[in-house]
C-alpha cells in the first residue's frame, strides 16, 4: 500500500489538499469522489510526480480519430467483443488474437496482430494500444490503461462498447441527413455546368443573328455561359484553391473555432451539430469519469474528443476554472454553447456527487434529441432541395426560352 498526495475541489469549488493511503491511485480517486470531491492532480509520496506517465502527457494532445483508418463501427464490435470474451474467462492476449483473425479490414488486422504479439510477451493492453496512435483512439488507451490498474478492465471495455455504439450510430443518422442535400447539390451543379457549356451556346448565334435587345436575364446568363465555355480551366484552378486553402487554414485552432461558431449559428443545422457535440461531450466526460479518470485528465481528453473548437475551448476554460477553485457548472454556465439544462444537470451532479450518472444521462438526452432532429430534417430536406433544384435550372431555361417568342412574334409581324 502507497501514500498519495493530492489537489481537489469539492462541489462548492473548494480546492483542498491532502494524504491518503491506498493501493492504486484509481482507489484514491474513487474514495475522494465518494466523498463529493474531484482530483486534480495525484501523486504518490515518493516525489513530485503525476501518474501519467511521460508518454502518456503526449496523449494529452494529440486529435483523437476515430476512423482513419478504422471506422467507427469496426471499432465499436471489436471493443463490444473483446468484453464478451474476457467476460467469458478469455484472456486479453486471446481474445486480442482471436479477434485479429476476425476482422476483415487489413490495418485493423495488423494492428491488433502487433497488440496480441506484445500481450503475449507480457505487456498490457494499453501500452501495446499506445504504440499505435494511428488505430487506438486515445480516449480508448486511457480508459483501459485505468481499467487495468483497478482491476476492472472487462467493465471498462463495455463502457468504451457503449460509448462506440452510441458515437457510431449518433454519427450516422447525422451522414443519412447530409447526404441527400449534398447529392442533389453535386447534381444541381453538374446540371448548371452542362447547361452552362452545351446547350445555352447553341443559342448565342441564333439571338446575335436577330441583333433584337435580349431581357436582362438572358443577357446574364448568356454570360456566365460564355465564361464558362471560354474560361472552365479558370473556375477548377479557383475551386481546388479554395480546397487548398480550408484544408490548410483548418490547421490551425482559430480558423476552426470561427469555422465552428458560423456552423453552430447556422438556422437549421446549427442546433443539429450543437447537440451532437453536447452529446458526445456528456457521453467522453461521463466515461471518463465512470472510468476513474482525474478531472483536469478528463477534461483535456474530452477536449480532445469533441471534435468541435467552441466546445473544447469552453472544456480547457473549465480546467482553468477548476485549478481556481470553481465548480465544474460555473464556468460551462459562461459559455453560450451549453443550454441551460446541460449546466443545471451538471451542477445537480456536482451537488448529488453523481457527475458522471447525470452526464451519461444528458447524452442519452441530446442524442435521441440529435435522432429525433434528423428525422425532422429528412421530411423537410427532400422537398426543399427539389424546390431549388427546379428553381435553378427552370431560371436558366425561361431566360434562354423567352426571348424566342419575342423572336417569333418579330417573325411573324415580318412575314405579314
Known amino acids: ?111 491488433l496482430e502487433e497488440v496480441a504479439a506484445k500481450l503475449r510477451n507480457g505487456s498490457q493492453l494499453s501500452d501495446s494500444a499506445a504504440e499505435r496512435p494511428d488505430i487506438f483512439p486515445t480516449l480508448f488507451i486511457n480508459m483501459v ?13 463495455e463502457k468504451l462498447a457503449v460509448f462506440f455504439e452510441k458515437e457510431h450510430y449518433t454519427s450516422e443518422k447525422i451522414k443519412s441527413a447530409m447526404t441527400y442535400p449534398l447529392i442533389v447539390s453535386i447534381m444541381a451543379i453538374a446540371v448548371v455546368f452542362i447547361l452552362m457549356t452545351t446547350v445555352i451556346p447553341t443559342f448565342v448565334g441564333l439571338f446575335a ?26 473556375i477548377i484552378v479557383f475551386l481546388i484553391g479554395i480546397v487548398v486553402l480550408y484544408f490548410w487554414l483548418i490547421r490551425k485552432p482559430t480558423a476552426r473555432y470561427y469555422r465552428d461558431v458560423v456552423l453552430l449559428k447556422l438556422p437549421v443545422f446549427g442546433p443539429l451539430l450543437q447537440k451532437s457535440a453536447v452529446a458526445r461531450m456528456s457521453r467522453t466526460l461521463g466515461s471518463l469519469f465512470a472510468s476513474s479518470v482525474p478531472i483536469l485528465q478528463a477534461l483535456k481528453l474530452t477536449a480532445d474528443a469533441v471534435e468541435n473548437e467552441v466546445v473544447a475551448r469552453a472544456l480547457l476554460g473549465s480546467s482553468d476554472s477548476l485549478t481556481a477553485g470553481q465548480p465544474l457548472s460555473e464556468p460551462l454556465s459562461k459559455s453560450w454553447v451549453f443550454p441551460p439544462l446541460v449546466v443545471h444537470m451538471i451542477t445537480v451532479g456536482e451537488q448529488t456527487g453523481n457527475l458522471d450518472f447525470m452526464l451519461s444521462k444528458i447524452a442519452d438526452f441530446y442524442e435521441a434529441e440529435t435522432e429525433a432532429v434528423v428525422d425532422r430534417l429528412k421530411t423537410l430536406i427532400e422537398p426543399l432541395m427539389i424546390v431549388i433544384l427546379t428553381t435553378i435550372v427552370g431560371t436558366i431555361i425561361i431566360a434562354v426560352i423567352s426571348p424566342m417568342f419575342s423572336l417569333y412574334q418579330q417573325m411573324g409581324s415580318l412575314g405579314q
Open 209 to 234: 443573328s436577330f441583333h433584337a435587345q435580349l431581357p436582362l436575364a438572358t443577357r446574364i446568363v448568356m454570360s456566365v455561359s460564355h465564361f464558362f465555355v471560354q474560361f472552365w480551366y479558370l
Open 145 to 157: 490503461r485505468a481499467g487495468e490498474v483497478s482491476g476492472n478492465l472487462d467493465g471498462v471495455l
Open 1 to 111: 500500500m502507497a501514500t498519495f498526495s493530492y489537489q481537489a475541489v469539492d462541489r462548492l469549488g473548494r480546492v483542498s489538499r491532502g494524504k491518503l493511503a491506498a493501493e492504486t491511485p484509481e482507489m484514491v480517486i474513487t474514495n475522494l469522489r465518494e466523498q463529493g470531491v474531484y482530483v486534480t492532480k495525484l501523486w504518490e509520496e515518493k516525489g513530485w510526480q503525476t501518474l501519467l506517465k511521460p508518454s502518456e502527457n503526449s496523449f494529452l494532445s494529440m486529435e483523437i480519430h476515430f476512423g482513419r483508418k478504422v471506422k467507427g463501427n469496426d471499432f465499436a464490435i471489436f471493443t463490444r467483443q473483446l468484453a464478451t470474451l474476457m467476460k467469458a474467462g478469455v484472456t486479453v492476449a486471446d481474445g486480442v488474437r482471436v479477434l485479429a483473425q476476425q476482422t476483415e479490414r487489413k490495418p485493423f488486422a495488423k494492428a
